[in-house]
């Protein structure tokens, strides 16, 4: 984001005391809200782009496998710390006077970030031979020499994130949104191009250097937002801030570790059912994403800055009525969107993915997987606010030791329901569920003790709310559904779009009305601040 002058079109996160409750946080998780939009339209565009060039095969699994390389990667180096210890410190650094120093600390994070990044990218391009067996030792050894390759060309995009990254921290920590909302957006948008262009002379190849393309430009966009800002390079290892950072994300980097030794064994096990799995458990893994995406991170983004203003223990009361609003605000959009992915999910899968390559075979074992994975949806949309109150008060050890346990009871119940039950990959989708829940439950049993829970703040009386408000949804969704398809609709995606968009209205019409006649006030303040804002009022 800018610095001085503030270019147009730049958001910042109300303050004054009119919009200090669910209508201003309403509105930073909407700026959040808008780039994600964007970002999972052009998702979906990227998804059924790759799902009708490639299918799913033993290729695109394993793609899908060593994808998580870089990933991983960045999150051990760089996304794991963004929200546990980056914004929390940045914030506090987020004023007019400590600009300049704010400038020094982002400029030490981006140094150091160069040289050990860089160190990391060299060994991995090395152990790339060691690598890929450890993802995908269940398939062929023609490909696990492909991921080898693969591995080979994407890994140098861990720099270009590892570089962005940073970027979205610093413009969070000041609550500006608009750029780092840019970022995703520009992500897939790169894919897209460079995965069109290169797809008939790269074969799979093209989706690992859509992977460079793609987080160059999510890089190039958070720039613009520099305008302003004083950089240097500065390997000051010791400022008082980094330190901080330092020994808030040590445990955090435990927490990550278990949790991608647990990626990692979820698609090695995977790997030893069908060649097809991973590309199945993967498409469906990105429908779940949609609402998180959406939902629950727009908003827990938007409310972490203000929590790790809020001291606590000095301020409980006010500390619980910032979390309970964000809380609330994921709840009673999380929780219809369950609903109606549930109703509306093989349509959905079948207007995505199901052309050229990606068959009707494909579909239905996507949307198998798809049920499972939306048993646990809920309880993931709460589990990340409820990470970040904790990180937002400099807690980052409760979060990992509850993270461990939870991918511990993954480890345990996914190997047996995968092969001793005969599920194979759908066992690890249900153990996935469980690990959420788990998760998600014990999360809320330790803010409980911590906090005093939150008796009083709406939360449950909002969940119960939505989930009566969901009925009507589901309803008039499921009834659209059997009506238009008996329908003389045109053959093709034209008439799949026709069923989507058509039950997708009426079932967000429903659940409008549900919730207007119950009165869930969140949504009201929702409206009320999109209100405001088309009609520029005060």
Known sequence: MTTDPPVSGSVELPTAPARSGSGGLALAAGINSLGNIASRVLGLVREAVVAGLFGASGATSVFNAVSQVPKITYELLVGGMLSAALVPVLS??????????????????????VLVILAVTLALELLAPWITPLLVVGLSDELIALGTRLVRIVVPAILIYGLSGLLQAYHYARSRFVYPSMGAPAHNLGMIVAILALAGRLDIQALAVGTLAASTTQLLVQLPGLRGTRLKFDLNWRHPA???????????????????????????????????????????????????????????????????????RVELVRFKQTFSQGLRLVLVV??????????????????????????????????????????GLPFAAIDLPLIFAFYAQKDTVTPVVVGILAVLLYLAVGPVLAFRTGLGFLGLVIANSVQLTAHAVLMLIVFR????????????????????????????????????????????????????????????????????????????????TVRRKLTGAA
């Open 92 to 113: 506090e650094y987020a004023t007019e006077e400590r600009q300049r120093e704010l400038e020094r600390i982002l400029s030490i994070l981006l140094s150091i970030a």
């Open 334 to 375: 999380i929780i219809p969107a369950a609903v109606g992915l549930w109703v509306l999910g093989r349509p959905i899968i079948e207007l995505i993915f199901e052309h050229g390559a990606f068959t009707a075979l494909d579909t239905a074992a996507t949307w198998r997987a798809l049920r499972f994975y939306l048993i």
């Open 449 to 528: 003790r911590r906090f005093a829970g939150l008796r009083g703040y709406g939360v449950l009386r909002a969940s119960a709310k939505a989930l009566l408000a969901s009925v009507p949804l589901a309803i008039l969704t499921w009834g659209s559904l059997l009506l238009l398809r008996r329908a003389p609709l045109p053959a093709g995606s034209v008439g799949e779009a026709l069923i989507v968009g058509v039950c997708s209205l009426a079932g967000v019409a429903g659940y409008l009305l549900g919730a207007r006649w119950l009165h869930i006030e969140d949504l009201d303040a929702v409206w009320q």
């Open 242 to 312: 980094v330190r901080r950072i330092g020994v808030l994300y040590a445990p955090v980097l435990l927490s990550i570790v278990i949790q991608n030794i647990g990626i990692v064994i979820d698609r090695n096990l995977a790997s030893r059912t069908v060649e097809e799995a991973i590309t199945w458990m993967a498409d469906a893994t990105f429908l779940i994403q949609l609402p998180l995406g959406l939902v629950s991170m727009a908003i827990s983004l938007a409310v972490l800055p203000r929590l790790s203003q809020i001291d606590a």
